[in-house]
């Protein structure tokens, strides 16, 4: 199963068109941890998968690459961290709520660079 | 059809068409990332495709550099732009000559990638969104 792109998209165009999908991203992972919380409760070691991990892979692509194109002097921790998120993802392919919530919490924090 | 009507294409410059080029990479590396990782086997997804698309990404990068130069620039921005080219001919390096490069180094290369053009973005004549449908009729 191959979610297409839902527009299509000039992801360097500027920063801000960038900034503006990661935002609706991190919107989307906002909304489903809610979905999870209202489903299984707040077991923070309950696994999240599938559609969500998907939304949590782009979202920190499209970090990197925001990171990448802004001057703030936190941007190299910041990188740091999202790459080894991404690793960590590929070699597992899921989290546990508690880890997906940490990592949406990353992602606001880079937004607000 | 009305043979009066005249179909004109416009055609980009040839900086915004290594731009789109590059745009479009760079979507393919997003989804690559993002979605065959996935769902694809990752046993034996083994960095090469990865690594092929970071080349075009760099090619690409190389031939925006190129283009970008006419556009005024002052000696300053003549210096980063050949800085940028260096540090793209070295990632390109990298990725031609170190068969050991992991999962990490590609995404630093990635990383570094976007950083060098992110500069050149910056400089000269913005550049108007690409549109779908590029046809008028005159």
Known sequence: ???KVPYITYLLN?????KERLKERINQIKKNIESVEKEYGNDNKIIV????????KEALVLA????????????DEYK?????????????RILTLDQYRDTYWLLKQILEL | MDENYQYTYQIPDLKTRFQIGFGNIIEQIVNLLTYSEMYGDTETFDNEELKYKLRAAIAYALALLGSTWGYAMSAQVQRDVEMAKES????????????????LDLLDIYYQLIQQVSIILNYGTPIP???TGNYEIT
């Open chain 1, 14 to 18: 500027s920063k801000e068109d960038l």
């Open chain 1, 64 to 75: 990197l690459s925001y990171l990448a194109m802004s001057n703030s002097n936190k941007v």
């Open chain 2, 88 to 103: 793209l001919k070295t990632l390109f390096s990298r990725i031609i000559k170190d068969p050991e490069l992991s999962y």
């Open chain 1, 80 to 92: 740091d961290k999202v790459i080894q998120k991404l690793a960590h993802i590929r070699e597992n």
């Open chain 1, 1 to 3: 199963m191959e979610r």
């Open chain 2, 129 to 131: 969104r690409p549109r």
């Open chain 1, 49 to 56: 998968k599938n559609s969500a991990m998907i939304d949590l």
